[in-house]
């Protein structure tokens, strides 16, 4: 049988995971032309405000629903989003409250809470920004900051 060859499974599994690595580097790429050459973006609710703890976060989609972000609380008032993709290649994000830092599980890479720049690592770019409006208990993302 063609599954029994060692030398096939291994091609399989470098197409499945080229196609993977591929598809996630697109995605980060999209948010990134997204961010440097678009505008207005439709806002959607993506949280309730007091459904995160001071020092939590949540994760959530912007603008699309294949577009994974991160929106922060650092401080009581203070809600801070960015697009969740590290700009090296593409991996998620976490967010280390305790450093204030958004780490890079892959290679090191390390951003900054408070504007999404690099502060360490390979990424070449700051994160996206995705702006957040409060609208009473809503927290609404309106768009994406221009780099
Ligand atoms: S993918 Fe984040 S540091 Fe390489």
Known sequence: MLMEDPKLQR???????????????????AMFFRARFSGNFPPRVVAQAEEIPVGGSKIFTYPTDAEPCILLRPAPETYVAYSRLC???SCPVF??????????????????????SVLAGPPPRPLPRILIERRGSDLVATGIAAS
Request: with cysteine.
């Open 95 to 116: 967010y280390q409250a305790g450093e204030n830092r958004l780490d890079c599980p892959c290679h090191g890479g390390s951003f900054s809470v408070a504007d999404g």
């Open 11 to 29: 091609r399989q599994v470098t197409k499945i995971l080229t196609f993977t690595g591929l598809a996630a580097l697109a995605g980060g790429l």
């Open 87 to 89: 700009t090296h290649a």
